[in-house]
């Protein structure tokens, strides 16, 4: 569809309001989560099937996360390229919608090993294209609304998903049919992306003109950039705030268990039958889904504090997840859905407001590729400690986690919190 100017003279605007697209979008991201949540959901205990063992287990996902985070560093400087970013959305796209289902068709566990990475690389390449053009359709309704509403769709297919891949599961008796399964939904996933990108060919026109043309720093740190000219390079370098939010969100992820050590302890302990993993974990995200609607209303009020929540939350994740009580760990996997919904969410919210609007793509890739690493560290360290002694991972977890409480409380980095109607500038 053509863009049209507006009435007022201010310009083109885009073809389809700012919440349509961000629905749109959602509906997409759910069913691709019903493919990689539905894979990620008996990661663990799919790959201890092929023979691997806890630490191998915790090192892959951990990897996992790191790929998909770390070279999001790389795919953000894309990003920040208008003319790439539906390319990147539909490139990562369309790689986890063909490497889940390849999982369906293998028996050997290196290449099981390599296909997980792979789903997660297919991560890397979509998400800083595809939350630049979230945070440009949010930019009028509010950053924090924007990410939690998508988040909750998100997590639509993330409970779908799961409890596909269980009931195939339960059904068959192995893992492949439900690997196979998830190629559906991939599939209906890129159709409506290539109609979404048609419709929308430049979600940047959704962003206000001001906004487009200057490029916001928040707090008091320095004046705010002036002409579009003069929000690249040098001049759009990261704030102060910026990367002593970095740094917190590091050390909160480098003492962060992934559901790949959680699943395979709920099956090597006898905790659960294999085919009710996947349903505890669509559990988990229905929770994810509640955790990132609160969270998400409470930033758009009281700012970047409301993160003060994720390391009590993290912390709290071994001593219940990684007991030999069922309960207990079926406790701490839940637990473990509420602290994603925060980080997968909020904790992307606050960056929109750190960031200079013209460098949001490269504002992405550095964040995670920060805590991507610090995971990926903390992958290796959780899965040693593990198979050394589970209440030494408790109390090293924690200990992080009360490190990472007292740099968010010391430092401040959510100082000059963004307001609801204008993310990255002083709420009146």
Known sequence: MPISASAAGRGPVAPMTAIRFILAFGIISALMDMVYEGA?????????????????????????????????????RLADNPGLRWALAIGGY?????????????????IACLLVLAERLGKAVRSPAKDTMLAEAGSAMGQGKAFALHEALDQV??????????AALALSGSYGPGFLLLAVPGLV??????????RVPDPGLFEPADARAVGPVPGESGPVHGDAGAV???????????????????????????????????????????AMVPVLYAAAMGVDAVAALVS????????????????????????LGLSNNTALAVAGVLVWGAAMGVQESTMRAGVAGLAPVARRGSA??????????????????????????????????????AAAMV??????????????????????
């Open 364 to 401: 992405y890739g550095m964040f995670t590729a920060c805590y991507g690493l610090a995971w990926l560290a903390g992958s290796f360290l959780i899965g040693w400690l593990y198979e050394y002694s589970t209440l030494a991972l408790a109390v090293t977890v924690t200990a992080v986690q």
């Open 232 to 274: 690249s390079g040098k001049a759009a370098a990261m704030p102060r705030q910026y990367w002593l939010y970095a740094a917190f969100s590091s050390l909160t992820m480098f003492g962060y268990a992934t559901f790949g050590l959680l699943s395979f302890h709920l099956v090597a302990a006898g905790l659960l039958p294999p």
């Open 94 to 110: 369309a790689l986890t919608a063909v490497s889940v289902p390849l999982l369906g068709l293998t028996d050997a566990l290196w």
């Open 157 to 166: 297919g993330a409970l779908l998903g799961p409890l596909l891949v269980g």
């Open 296 to 319: 998400g209303w409470l930033f758009d009020r009281v700012g970047l504090k409301v993160l003060l929540v994720l390391p009590v939350l993290a912390a709290a994740v071994p001593w």
């Open 407 to 428: 740099i968010f409380v010391v430092v401040r980095p959510h100082a000059g919190r963004p307001g609801p109607q204008s993310p990255g500038t002083e709420s009146s």
């Open 40 to 76: 990620r959901s008996v990661t663990g205990p799919y790959l201890g099937a092929l023979g691997a063992s806890a630490l191998l287990v915790s090192v892959v996902t951990g990897a996992g996360e790191a790929v998909a985070l770390v070279l999001r560093l790389v795919f953000g």
């Open 189 to 198: 996933a890129m159709m409506i992306l290539f109609w979404l990108r048609r």
